[in-house]
């Protein structure tokens, strides 16, 4: 059965940094799309960053500098390393996943309904 497992989500203050791991085993990097997305409640869920099969990166304008995507291979694992959290990064933080690029006939990295594989998720609050 195909996992992915969040971890490392926490309540911090505001200015703090939180790494969020994916356990991802057997989740190939260079055939698999791989992203993090947030859901806070009452919102929609949005994407936080990607890196596509082809191992291009993307983010959410209101991450950009903040925050860094990366694999782990060592790890079999997908990273969100986050700084200079802020009150508004309060979420639940899924990891989600799906074969090919996301950009493919003409796909958006951070459209939700493209990818088929996803964790249960972690909790990010940031207080001020």
């Known amino acids: 059965q195909v996992r992915l497992v969040e971890s490392g989500g926490g309540s911090v203050q505001a200015g703090a940094s939180l790494r969020l791991s994916c356990a991802a085993p057997?989740?190939?990097?260079?055939?698999?799309?791989m992203g993090w997305f947030r859901q806070a409640p009452g919102e929609k869920r949005e994407g936080v960053a990607a890196?596509?099969?082809?191992?291009?990166?993307n983010y959410a304008d209101s991450v950009k500098g903040r925050f860094t995507i990366s694999h782990e291979n060592a790890e079999d694992a997908l990273v969100l390393q986050m700084y200079s959290l802020k009150p508004e990064d309060t979420a639940k933080y899924y990891c989600?996943?799906?074969?090919?690029?996301?950009?493919?006939?003409?796909?958006?990295?951070?459209?939700?309904?493209?990818?088929?594989?996803w964790g249960k998720g972690t909790q990010v609050t940031v207080s001020s």
């Open positions: 989600a996943s799906l074969r090919g690029s996301t950009l493919r006939n003409g796909g958006r990295w951070d459209d939700a309904r493209q990818y088929n594989y």
């Open positions: 057997g989740f190939t990097p260079n055939i698999y799309s």
């Open positions: 890196i596509d099969s082809d191992g291009r990166t």
